[in-house]
């Protein structure tokens, strides 16, 4: 906390007072009709991570530090929702973010804490996460009763339908969906856990972008396209409004299934993205081996990636359920806007508490191998580095991650403290280095 000035101590409580005054008048909203016009939401997550000395050779900017260190990250979200007309939902978040991940959220591929941004200012800053308007056309009249949640206003939906999001948004409030690993508010902290790891969603520093998303819901069969902006360059904060030149294209089917008396859903997704990324070849061959912050320096290019995953989580019982992931990419041209994997594969179980007697409790373990391409990889053997890893050298080896946690609920649905644990091989694919252990506790509220 050592980032918050005065006024932005004065904002965070004015946030905190603001949220309770919303709470309490949609709990008294709620008293009066199941069917409600808003939707009022909190939440506010801080995740404090640390790793002891760990041997390797000396690293370069991009690199993890190989001497004992640690950081927080903190985040507060506001999630406002607004029923306009039938069919009709708008939804407005104002998010506050400050704090930094381990030596800067750098020198791990799969790194380590979702809830941190690569940025390098640790100040808490204010911004606009989300502001879209969702348009649902109803298929047949059989309708669901929907739960008030973050950015859902209560009400009975249609259980079949299309549907049409636009304006700001995060790709990963569509695709790539998975119950038991997707939120690193309250599941896997690690980014090639929380989301496909080739998947190289279109987003800026951030991870939000502006766009559409097309939707064909029924319960036997889902569809989803999109279409969003990319950053103008890797990594950025501001995204490029040329959609005629660059953009992202995502596509994902989503099929529910049943195995005997269990069930589950499987999700194929595709993706295709223009920007003015660099090759990796092209790169090594002209010497131009850093990041580069100034658009002008790339506006000649317009390559591509392509890429594919496949996503499953199946419920074994009421007590477990099990997840896994595969995803690829070309690997061509530099990573532009997610994190630098090329081909990952992660498998992982998901444990409730109630076996002994802490239902709402909940224990996960998972593990991930993450791997990069051969032109990626001869960038790094030649100095290079992305805007995450570059140690300067490479002795290749995949980057092999095992995360547990142990999410603990403290009251009544609205505080939960979970301690956790990575153990990282091959940090960046560099076999010179590592591994590492990192230790973390994560403080989650929501309303």
Not at 4 to 23: R, W
Not at 80 to 109: C, D, H, M
């Amino acid at each position: 906390m050592k980032y918050l000035n005065y006024i932005q101590i004065k904002f965070l409580i004015g946030f905190l007072f603001t949220i309770n005054i919303f709470n309490f008048a949609a709990a008294q909203n709620e008293a009066d009709s199941a069917d409600q016009s808003w939707s009022f939401h909190f939440q506010q997550t801080t995740v404090y991570q640390w790793h002891y000395d760990f041997e390797g050779k000396p690293g370069s900017d991009y690199s993890l530090k190989n001497k004992e260190e640690d950081a927080i990250s903190l985040t507060s979200t506001i999630f406002i929702g607004r029923k306009l007309w039938k069919g009709a939902n708008a939804v407005f978040n104002p998010e506050l973010a400050g704090g930094s991940g381990l030596s800067q959220a750098r020198g791990i591929a799969g790194f380590t804490n979702g809830e941190t941004f690569r940025i390098g200012d640790p100040r808490p800053q204010v911004y606009l996460a989300r502001l879209f308007i969702e348009q649902k056309i109803a298929l047949d009249k059989k309708t669901e009763f929907v739960k008030g949640e973050a950015n859902t206003v209560q009400g009975h939906e249609p259980t079949s339908y299309v549907s049409i999001s636009a304006g700001k948004f995060s790709n990963a409030d569509y695709f790539d969906c998975n119950q038991y690993s997707h939120d690193p508010r309250s599941q896997f902290l690690n980014w090639s856990l929380m989301s496909a790891g080739a998947w190289d969603y279109a987003a800026n520093t951030r991870g939000y972008t502006y766009g559409f998303v097309l939707q064909y819901i029924t319960p036997k069969l889902s569809l989803r396209y999109g279409m969003s902006c990319v950053p103008t360059v890797a990594n950025g904060p501001e995204l490029n409004g040329d959609w005629t030149k660059y953009q992202a294209q995502t596509f994902e089917v989503e099929k529910p299934y049943k195995l005997g008396k269990s069930k589950g859903i499987f999700r194929v997704l595709a993706y295709y993205n223009n920007a003015p990324m660099r090759s990796y070849n092209q790169a090594v061959k002209d010497g131009d081996l850093g990041v580069s912050t100034d658009p002008s320096h790339q506006s000649n290019l317009n390559n591509s990636k392509y890429g594919l995953s496949a996503n499953i989580e199946h419920s074994i019982n009421n007590d477990m359920g099990l997840f896994a992931r595969l995803s690829w990419n070309d690997g061509n041209n530099e990573t532009w806007a997610f994190t630098e994997i090329d081909h990952s594969a992660c498998l992982g179980l998901s444990i409730s508490g109630r076996k002994w007697k802490r239902d709402e409790d909940i224990l996960g373990i998972a593990s991930v191998v993450n791997g990069i391409s051969i032109p990626h990889q001869n960038y790094l053997k030649a100095g290079g580095n992305g805007f995450m890893i570059g140690d300067g050298y490479l002795n290749y080896a995949p980057e092999m991650i095992t995360e547990c946690y142990y999410s603990i609920l403290l009251h009544e649905d609205h505080f939960w403290l979970t301690p956790n644990y990575q153990f990282v091989a091959n940090p960046a694919y560099n076999s010179d280095r590592g591994p590492v252990n990192i230790f973390g506790l994560r403080l989650h509220a929501e309303f």
